[in-house]
């Protein structure tokens, strides 16, 4: 603070010393003491008490500096409520200038009363009398009158509709630490934004028939919901608390603003004129209640208490002019008030000279400073759109972003345009064929394969097809095969024949087999003789068990070229209504998808590598066909994924098969790749910095891969930048591009994009939609993700009932479907925990373990739930849905002992405790009489159970594990 003038030091002392004796909020100290059964803050009013000043001199140009740093250091200075809440220091620059520098507790002020203060201090100054000013003590006891029970009722209506806290997204924080962020005192930056003509928005307001205040809390609402996504936003508001029946209020002097939460809903029908009044009718039904402390608000809502209800707050300063500057002897101005803000962001609104200044006060631990700055100019973009847009226009229709924001987000970021000199699928392999013959393509547990053989051997599998088959453009042929080498050759055949393959994995259920072959309207079923006879329904079948005898000269048969937008695949991914959903791929994209592995300089390498996934998911077929467009050597085998890791460049598997290696079961690996679920920010530290870490992301819908990362040790795990020709939007629900940190769904497009979903028009016209930025498609993938800045996407989550386990593609829906066919199923709800599937039922009388084997007769292995729960029934929301939340937690049933005692000596007796720690629970010798999975494995702790033991010296391999029906005769082998 600046003083002009002659001062008398002692004479302002003595006035700070009558201002405090004659306001007992100057003197108050706080108390923590029991109270019933919890601890409550008791304030203490000395009966007197007098500051300890810090007096000093400040000469010369450094004045201004050495003033802000006396702020700084004072504000870093901790109070103690015990003890004295207000400093004071007193500095001479001259003999008519004076700073005052003083700092006091936000619990004993506001901003309100600062004026007031000043106003009184000047009064005492001038000897005047302290004049008709109430006391603060009138307005704690009005506080303390209030009826808690009717706040209570008043509150809980209020937030009914607020079932999760709101925040703004941080690039940096994610939700779940932002719920629980600790207080740091000294981690604040400030910067501020201004509008001119604020004159107009006052005009606005009165026209609406609300304040000035409410269009500001229109502005933020509006800015919170595009940055978040969400339909219902929670921010802190500041109201001014002396809208109470006390006289002299407005002179008062002491801490009457309170932080109330204000809810904001923004629906696909909410116009400007609706979002206006809801929030001035608000803030009129809230005046009765707004002394409300804001702990016993978050206490009327079903949100924890530990998690913080919102992270930005509100402050509209409408605060009184002093009235007794004019005809001081002294000119006291306030240069900067600098406060710590409880808040990761706080908005400081005010007025001047028609002018609005927004200051946003933000911790640098949470929000990037070029963040804050955008959301500045975005709150000021959301009043000058409320501001020009009539009160009939919907919100969504506002625009926050500017042209070269647009152009940025939609040109720069989200495409990566590339020529592709192919056409179909296998025109890179054809072209390896020509330059590398000799080249070992594939090997399988049984031989090597060149690539000259594995040609010719699909050559003479194609002809068979088209001599035995109705083959051709966009008709579909099965493939019945495990990974192996047939199975490469199949697809190879397919497309050299002009059709397009759907592949089945042998281990399905029968019914799953039995369906795909019907929905998928095949001409010909392909693979060996005992896998195809249960589902081959009267077609025809084209052996692969004498595949070796079957060659044909390479004049034979002249191939036909695929047309680039023929059918090459068909994926059947996990569908909502329990059945599988068949997505078609034509040769054009899957070229694209190559082409894109040949650009991309992680990726380009030939290399020795081997296949992961299952053979009917769309990753395997990226597995294979990447290396073999690369010249690379492709080792194909299900039966022992472990024993072939020492013998291959690059690594392709899961994250959550990458977290269970330590790197030495791969000595030779340079490369890994990773897709089909979160990397950890553990995976990243473990393997960037000792092999060249890639990250994939795409659904199934736009041809495997759209975006590629390399990820970088200490960096956070993303899924980076499109691939060459993708496009990757992140737009909220009304298709708008969000900003750069904001949520959003990503929007996929290019020339990998599907045909559509087989046989499923509906959905396909639902999930697949016109591009509204440019030519073409776009998928909706319903993924969560942001915009980092430098144009790399972060992947948050999803948006419904979909989840990735263990790499692979699983819709709740459909495993919730498989058990609700049960006859004793009455209700039935899957969720999943801790990577774990786990099932909920009822009623508590259903037997378990035949649910689970009607299940595992319905989806594949890796879908059926880890463990069930049977309930008397489920718990349901108010909307009559499954409460989730509700549901209770799954705890693990220790195995009941067995009658019998294990030798020490026997096999059974050495894997059950291996079994044990692999599971991560207790078993004994009645576990022996259940199947690996019914105890809780999966496909990934099988491979944990090989590893460890072949360690132990006994060996097994995965295909021991699924083939065999119990513990007891697993450890027989």
């Not at 079923?525 to 025809?540: A, E, K, M, Q, R």
């Not at 498989?818 to 199923?825: E, G």
């Amino acid at each position: 603070m600046s003083i002009r003038g002659r001062l008398n030091v002692a004479h302002f002392q003595s006035a700070w010393n009558r201002l405090i004796a004659q306001h007992a909020i100057l003197r108050t100290r706080f108390l923590l003491q029991p109270f019933g059964q919890r601890q409550t803050m008791l304030q203490v009013v000395l009966k007197a008490w007098q500051p300890t000043w810090t007096l000093g001199q400040w000469h010369g140009p450094e004045t201004a500096h050495r003033e802000h740093q006396a702020h700084i250091a004072s504000l870093a200075q901790p109070f103690y409520l015990t003890q004295p809440l207000l400093r004071l220091g007193l500095f001479s620059a001259g003999s008519q200038d004076h700073r005052l520098v003083f700092t006091i507790h936000h619990a004993m002020i506001d901003g309100w009363s600062l004026s007031l203060l000043i106003d009184s201090l000047i009064q005492q100054y001038m000897e005047l009398e302290p004049g008709t000013m109430g006391c603060y003590g009138h307005v704690a006891q009005h506080v303390w009158a209030q009826d808690l029970d009717s706040s209570h009722q008043f509150w809980s209506e209020h937030l009914s509709t607020v079932t999760a806290p709101s925040y703004l997204p941080s690039p940096t924080v994610d939700a779940a630490r932002m719920a629980a962020l600790a207080f740091v005192p000294d981690c604040f930056e400030t910067f501020g934004v201004t509008m001119d003509n604020v004159s107009a928005l006052v005009d606005m307001a009165q026209h609406q028939g609300v304040t000035l205040s409410t269009v500001l809390r229109a502005a933020l609402a509006v800015l919170l919901q595009y940055y978040s996504g969400q339909d219902h936003v929670l921010f802190g508001v500041t109201v001014s608390g002396r809208n109470v029946p006390i006289r002299g209020i407005e002179g008062i002097i002491g801490p009457c603003i309170n932080t109330l939460p204000c809810v904001a809903t923004i629906t696909p029908e909410t116009t400007v004129a609706d979002l206006l009044a809801t929030l001035h009718n608000e803030s009129t039904l809230t005046v009765p209640y707004e002394h409300s402390r804001l702990t016993d608000i978050h206490r009327c809502t079903r949100i924890n208490t530990e998690l913080a209800l919102f992270n930005v707050l509100l402050v509209v300063q409408n605060y009184p002019e002093s009235l007794k500057l004019s005809s001081s002897p002294l000119s006291i101005a306030i240069d900067s008030a600098q406060q710590n803000a409880e808040y990761p962001l706080t908005l400081v609104a005010s007025t001047e000279a028609n002018r609005l200044h927004v200051q946003l006060t933000f911790r640098t631990d949470v929000f990037p400073v070029d963040y804050v700055r955008q959301v500045g100019h975005h709150y000021l973009a959301a009043l000058a759109s409320l501001l020009k847009s009539p009160a009939t226009t919907h919100i969504h229709r506002l625009t926050l972003l500017s042209l070269a924001e647009q152009t940025l987000l939609l040109d720069t970021y989200a495409t990566n345009p590339r020529p592709c000199p192919v056409h179909y699928a296998h025109q890179y392999f054809e072209t390896q064929v020509h330059h590398s013959p000799n080249a070992i393509a594939l090997r399988d547990h049984a031989q090597s394969y060149t690539y000259s053989q594995v040609h010719c051997l699909a050559q003479g599998l194609a002809y068979r097809l088209v001599q035995n088959t109705a083959v051709g453009r966009d008709r579909t042929v099965v493939i019945v095969a495990d990974l192996s080498a047939c199975l490469v050759i199949a697809q190879l055949a397919v497309w050299m024949s002009g059709g397009a393959f759907v592949v089945i994995d042998p281990q399905q259920p029968l019914a799953r087999k039995q369906f795909i072959v019907a929905d998928s309207q095949c001409v010909a079923v392909v693979g060996l003789t005992h896998d195809c006879d249960p589902i081959t329904n009267s077609l025809p079948v084209v052996p692969l068990d004498h595949l070796s005898s079957q060659r044909l000269p390479p004049d034979a048969w002249a191939l036909p070229t695929p047309d680039p937008t023929a059918l090459a695949w068909v994926v059947y991914t996990s569908g909502t209504t329990g059945q599988p959903k068949g997505v078609q791929v034509e040769h054009q994209s899957a070229a694209h998808h190559l082409h894109a592995a040949h650009v991309w300089p992680d990726l380009q390498e030939a290399t020795t590598t081997h296949t992961f996934f299952t053979p009917a998911f769309d990753a395997a077929i990226s597995e294979l066909w990447i290396p073999l467009s690369l010249g690379g050597t492709v080792l194909v085998s299900r039966r022992d994924h472990l024993a072939t890791l020492s013998q291959i460049t690059r690594l392709s598997c899961s994250g959550s098969f990458l977290s269970t290696l330590d790197g030495t079961e791969c000595p030779q690996v340079r490369t890994v790749v990773t897709g089909g679920e979160r990397v950890t920010q553990g995976m990243v530290d473990t393997w960037a910095d000792r092999v060249c870490l890639v990250n994939i992301y795409g659904p199934t819908e736009v041809t495997i891969a759209t975006h590629a990362a390399r990820l970088r040790p200490s960096k956070r795990p993303v899924i980076g930048k499109p691939l060459a020709n993708a496009i990757g939007y992140i737009l909220d629900q009304y298709q708008r591009p969000v900003p750069i940190g904001a949520v959003g769904e990503l929007y996929l497009g290019g020339p990998g994009v599907a045909r559509g979903y087989l046989n499923r028009p509906e959905l396909t016209a639902s999930k697949f939609i016109p591009n509204p930025f440019g030519p073409g498609r776009l998928f909706k993938s319903g993924d969560l993700a942001r915009w980092l800045p430098g144009g790399e996407v972060e992947c948050l989550g999803r948006q419904d009932d979909q989840v990735k386990l263990r790499g692979y593609r699983v819709e709740l829906g459909e495993v919730t479907h498989a058990l609700t066919q049960h006859p004793d199923v009455r209700q039935a709800c899957v969720v999943m925990r801790n990577d774990q599937l786990i099932g909920y039922v009822s009623p508590s009388t259903v037997k378990i373990q035949a649910v689970l084997m009607a299940v595992a007769g319905k989806v594949p292995q890796y879908m059926v739930p880890t463990a069930l729960v049977a309930l008397d029934a489920l718990p349901l929301t108010p909307a009559g849905k499954v409460d989730k939340r509700a549901l209770p937690q799954y705890t693990p049933v220790k195995t009941p002992t067995a009658s019998w005692p294990l030798s020490d000596e026997t096999t059974d007796a050495k894997l059950l405790p291996i079994l044990a720690q692999v599971l991560d629970k207790p078993l004994d010798a009645a576990a022996l009489d259940q199947t690996f999975f019914q105890l809780g494995g999966n496909s990934l702790l099988a491979f944990q159970l090989v590893a460890r033991c072949r360690r132990a010296g006994m060996k097994l391999t995965i295909a021991d594990i699924t083939r065999t029906t119990t513990i007891l005769q697993l450890s027989q082998l």
